[in-house]
């Protein structure tokens, strides 16, 4: 097949839109997606100047979608004074898995030159999560331990670091499924909360209340096959493998479906994510001045909680760990 751009050899054909692309033009194609995304997104603060810059901080695990992610936003970004980009990896503590994972990100921050920090569970909660998942005190699967601890990770740091943002490297792909678990659970003030947590523009989100470090997704347009076919043909250092502990049953199953229903569909996931995005945003304008959010602290570490003990916690507490000396 010919690139429906220039002639050349396709590398991608994207059945949801009918385009054939070469290498270059799907790199480009892939590069202004989330040139517009960034754009649209108001990611920028019009208040931003060389003197006072944004900190951006990537959460960067090594994986591709991370990995490209870091790499088209230092393309954007590196030349530009009004934004500072730091990556944070976390580190779990799982056996022949993180290790590896991190020297991929050492070796694109090192080519980038972009400073580079790695939090481990180990220094925050004591714990190791191979420990967490072979003694699974709460009989869980491991992941619904490691999202808790890895969002408060990413959130801690970000506060303690004084970043403005915290991007991460979800994908179209990732991104739909999440609204049909969102949608599929019944929870519309979930859907309300995710438009104001990471899925809205800047502009129409609330969050000069949110005791949280506002997020972004600048990749959440562009499909998990294309994120990994950009990583591959621009060589960048990534880690492919699996997770031992990954256990999300039930995303995975709503990811069958969807990819299912894009190939019987093409353009399934874009729909899904459009019409959520505006149901989202209805409802987190009718939630606003709920009340509903955080409106408290933690009695034991200090994050926003609607409890006298948050979520982390409980859990640093079931598996026997110890939260690290704050140093307050
Ligand atoms: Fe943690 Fe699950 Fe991700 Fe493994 S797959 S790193 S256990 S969230």
Request: charged fraction near 30%.
């Amino acid at each position: 097949m010919e690139c429906d751009k220039c002639g050349d050899e396709a590398v991608m054909h994207a059945t949801y839109s009918g385009m054939h692309l070469c290498e270059e033009h799907f790199c480009r194609s892939v590069d202004s997606r989330v040139r517009k995304r960034v754009r649209e997104d108001a990611l920028l603060s019009e208040d931003a100047s060389p003197d006072d810059p944004e900190t951006w901080l990537i959460g960067l695990s090594g994986g591709k979608d991370s990995v490209v992610l870091t790499h088209i936003l230092d393309d954007i970004f590196a030349r530009d004074p009004r934004v500072k980009l730091v990556a944070l990896t976390i580190h779990e503590g799982i056996e022949g898995y993180r290790d590896a994972s991190l020297d991929a990100c050492l070796e694109l921050t090192d080519d980038l030159s972009i400073e580079h920090e790695v939090v481990a569970y180990a220094d925050e909660y004591g714990l190791q999560m191979d420990d967490v998942a072979d003694e699974d005190p709460l009989d869980m699967a491991p992941c619904a331990y490691c999202g808790v601890f890895r969002r408060d990770a990413l959130s801690q740091y970000a506060e303690e670091y004084g970043a403005d943002k915290l991007l991460t490297g979800h994908n179209l792909d990732d991104e739909a499924q999440t609204a049909m678990m969102n949608l599929l659970s019944g929870d519309i003030q979930q859907v309300a909360k995710h438009f104001d947590a990471s899925l809205g523009s800047f502009e129409d989100r609330e969050i000069d209340d949110d005791p949280f470090v506002p997020r972004a997704k600048p990749l959440r347009d562009i499909p998990e096959k294309e994120v990994a076919l950009y990583a591959h043909l621009k060589d960048l250092p990534t880690h492919m493998a699996e997770c031992p502990h990954a256990s999300e049953a039930y995303r995975g199953e709503i990811q069958g479906h969807i990819h299912d229903l894009e190939n019987d569909h093409p353009g399934t996931r874009h729909s899904i994510m459009s019409g959520y995005e505006e149901l989202a945003k209805l409802a987190a304008e009718a939630y606003r001045n709920s009340d509903d959010g955080p409106r408290g602290e933690c009695e034991r570490c200090g994050a926003p909680t609607n409890n006298e003990v948050c979520r982390k916690c409980e859990l640093v507490d079931a598996v026997g760990g110890e939260l690290a000396e704050t140093g307050d």
